[in-house]
Nanobody, 115 residues
């Protein structure tokens, strides 16, 4: 059972930055991919960014050029650096990890961007 704990959410003004962290309970080398989803009120959960064990990355079109996903293998942690935040980025952000075709989820962290 992989446990994921997110941190770093909060309230920020439009144009500001936040960095989300996701700490795993085991070596992230054992996870074939990790990433972030988000869910805004009344909307479906959507993929924001993903990084594989081989360091390949994917981003939603809406965040390309503004968000950067990275990993620190020594700390078993994945980060999401979010710059130039917009009100439409407001959502609960969930970290996930993929291991043996099963997704594991964190509890979510709220990001609110005020205009």
């Amino acid at each position: 059972q992989v446990q994921l704990v997110e941190s770093g959410g909060g309230l920020v003004q439009a144009g500001g930055s936040l960095r989300l962290s996701c700490a795993a309970s085991e070596s992230i080398f054992s996870l074939s991919a990790m990433g972030w989803y988000r869910q805004a009120p009344g909307k479906e959960r959507e993929l924001v960014a993903r990084i594989t064990s081989g360091d390949s990355t994917n981003y939603a079109d809406s965040v390309k050029g503004r968000f950067t996903i990275s990993r620190d293998n020594a700390k078993n942690t994945v980060y999401l650096q979010m710059n130039s935040l917009k009100p439409e980025d407001t959502a609960v952000y969930y970290c996930y990890g993929l291991k043996w075709a099963r997704n594991y989820w964190g509890q979510g962290t709220q990001v609110t961007v005020s205009s």
